[in-house]
């Protein structure tokens, strides 16, 4: 009898421990399937938003700021939650071009002042550009250049200028550079303006080291320039050895990991100092002749956007986060802002508050 009572006493706490646990499970698992519901649920109305959500915005950017553009576009995205499509690069010239001929575009940005003129960008300009960052040309070269012999003669040229940087030491310099014993990469300037402002930088070299068209004259006489699309396009040359320098915009270099030659703030075009001194220079594309000033980064909204409501918010969120966003890409930063217009009436009233707002400042004719 006693073992009977022990038996039910065992299968009873059994019972008595298991119900509970089994009842848990049975809880786990209706959570689990409350979860996996709720989780379809979210996926079905991300994917009913998805479907009927405006198309991406379309960014245009300068090719050697794509790194930049997609970053401040990423950024937005994830912000506000707006699809951007990847930034299409190309000459800034040669964008403004296609946006002229009816290429759907959202949002613009070039490294000239001249790509969102009508001259380029024709009726699709809006009157308006905000330059938000300045930048400079440097020489960029890879460590392949470094197996020319000649090209080991102007990277010694230069560390003897930039030691004691004498007009002697910077002519010699460039007077190597230019021999034609070694190829300098020059984007097509009528595309790409960091192709004429390789020229004009080589101007301005001559003015301070020489005379005036000295290098430039030289560099041509001697066949030393190889002419490509865009300097983006010479990258690839220039790390096969197929060139051995490249005028290029210094953020560019360093985006894509190049070694590179400072040039002195006279010749380099950027520093808003010497802007008067760069004005001097000039160099004739098809569409008119090109005076040399500061290169500045410029942005805007073209009259036929596939989206001004939102293009516009992109250019807000640019103009609050650029500084930051764009901190390692070795630009120089406009604080506040510059808004060049044609009339203030074409202004989007959010862009005039920026303004308001001390974000940006009034630049002047754009």
Do not use: C
Not at 98 to 111: D, K, M, Q
């Amino acid at each position: 009898m006693l073992i009977i009572l022990v038996i039910v006493g065992v299968i009873f706490g059994y019972q008595y421990y298991v119900q509970p646990s089994t009842q848990a499970v049975a809880e786990s698992t209706l959570a689990t399937s409350v979860s996996t519901v709720q989780i379809q649920n979210v996926s079905q109305s991300v994917t009913e938003s998805t479907s009927t959500a405006a198309s991406p915005l379309i960014l245009y950017s300068a090719d050697a700021y794509v790194l930049e553009s997609a970053t401040l576009a990423n950024a937005f995205t994830s912000s506000t939650g707006i699809m951007m499509a990847p930034p299409k690069g190309g000459g800034s010239l040669l964008l403004a071009q296609e946006i002229s001929e009816g290429n759907p575009v959202s949002v613009f940005i070039a490294v000239s002042r001249s790509a969102m003129q009508p001259t380029y960008l024709g009726n699709e300009s809006s009157g308006w550009a905000i330059a938000f960052a300045s930048d400079q040309m440097v020489l960029a070269y890879t460590n392949v250049t470094l197996q020319s012999s000649a090209a080991g003669s102007v990277l010694d040229a230069y560390g003897t200028a930039v030691a004691i940087n004498s007009t002697q030491t910077w002519n010699n310099f460039y007077y190597a550079l230019t021999s034609g014993n070694v190829k300098v990469g020059i984007g097509d300037p009528n595309a790409d303006p960091a192709g004429y402002r390789a020229w004009l930088t080589l101007q301005a070299a001559g003015k301070v080291y020489a005379s005036t068209n000295f290098f430039v004259n030289r560099m041509l006489t001697n066949s030393g320039n190889v002419t490509g699309a865009s300097a983006a396009d010479l990258i690839a040359p220039l790390e096969s050895g197929q060139i051995q320098f490249l005028f290029i915009y210094k953020s560019a270099a360093i985006s894509h990991h190049l070694n590179y030659m400072q040039l002195t703030d006279a010749v380099n075009l950027g520093n808003p100092a010497y802007s008067k001194f760069y004005s001097q220079f000039s160099y004739k594309l098809a569409k008119g002749k090109q005076k040399g000033s500061l290169i500045a980064l410029f942005i805007t909204v073209p009259v036929d956007s596939t989206d001004p409501v939102d293009s516009v918010q992109f250019v807000v969120f640019v103009m609050k986060n650029y500084q930051t966003l764009l901190a390692p890409f070795g630009l120089t930063f406009m604080t506040p802002a510059r808004l060049y217009t044609t009339t203030t009436a074409n202004v989007p009233q959010p862009i005039q508050e920026l303004v308001t707002q001390g974000y940006v400042e009034n630049g002047g004719a754009l």
